[in-house]
């Protein structure tokens, strides 16, 4: 089956940029998307389709996909950023819905 | 504003069978995709069901398939998930999901309910 491999967590100081990964196998050629999650609360979307994002999401949030690698990205990060992160895709070869395994980000 | 609400959760004993429902609203229900994502105390979320809008394709995570039956009623606006032989590792937040198109395939989710709590233990 299909594995999305994240970081377990990532630290960044406000105002600073955060990077964080979500890798598979040929990861490029699908769809991912990103979603944010804070403690006791349903998750949210924050990207969609590698780099789109939903109305009502801030610009500082972007992402990229290519090769192995997805990257979620926020820019001039704000304490209310700090939340756990999920990326998620398709495995047409499964027919499953794939999550990664999270990534909390920490503001320092 | 698209509303889905979770109910049915609740404690039980290993073995046993619980049917988890989740209510749309504020949206044309029978033209989305729906989906039942879970996630264990303290763990990340694990995809475990998906229906398409007219309830023609299911799709099951395969550590449910077999246990879980999703099923969707679109005259009541109410999706369904029956699981049965329910384990310890089912213990989990259920949330009902719904995707951005009619298919359950290369979907993503773009509301989420509340989540409803299954605990299983003796």
């Known amino acids: 089956s299909y594995v999305l491999t994240q970081p377990p967590s990532v630290s960044v100081a406000p105002g600073q940029t955060a990077s964080i990964t979500c890798g598979g196998n040929?990861?490029?050629?699908?769809?991912v998307h990103w979603y944010q999650q804070k403690p006791g609360q349903a998750p949210v979307l924050v990207v969609y389709?590698?780099?789109d994002r939903p109305s009502g999401i801030p610009e500082r949030f972007s992402g990229s996909n290519s090769g192995n690698t997805a990257t979620l990205t926020i820019s001039r990060v704000e304490a209310w950023d700090e939340a756990d992160y999920y990326c998620?895709?398709?495995?047409?070869?499964?027919?499953?819905?794939?999550f990664g395994g999270g990534t909390k980000l920490t503001v320092l | 504003e698209v509303r889905l609400l979770e109910s049915g959760g609740g404690l039980l004993q290993p073995g046993g069978s619980l049917r988890l429902s989740c209510a749309g609203s504020?949206?044309?229900?029978?033209?989305?995709?729906l989906n039942w994502v879970r996630q264990a105390p303290g763990k990340g979320l694990e995809w475990v069901s998906g229906?398409?809008?007219?309830?023609?394709?299911?799709y099951y995570a395969d550590s449910v398939k077999g246990r879980f039956t999703i099923s969707r009623d679109n005259s009541k606006n109410t999706l369904y998930l029956q699981m049965n032989s329910l384990r310890a590792d089912d213990t989990a937040i259920y949330y009902c999901?719904?995707?951005?198109?009619?298919?359950?395939?290369?979907?993503?989710?773009?509301?989420w309910g509340q989540g409803t709590l299954v605990t299983v233990s003796s």
């Open positions: 229906i398409s809008d007219s309830a023609v394709t299911t």
């Open positions: 040929n990861i490029g050629s699908k769809s």
């Open positions: 504020g949206f044309t229900f029978s033209s989305y995709a």
């Open positions: 999901a719904k995707a951005t198109t009619p298919a359950v395939t290369r979907a993503y989710f773009d509301y």
């Open positions: 389709d590698d780099s």
């Open positions: 998620q895709v398709w495995d047409s070869s499964s027919d499953h819905c794939v």
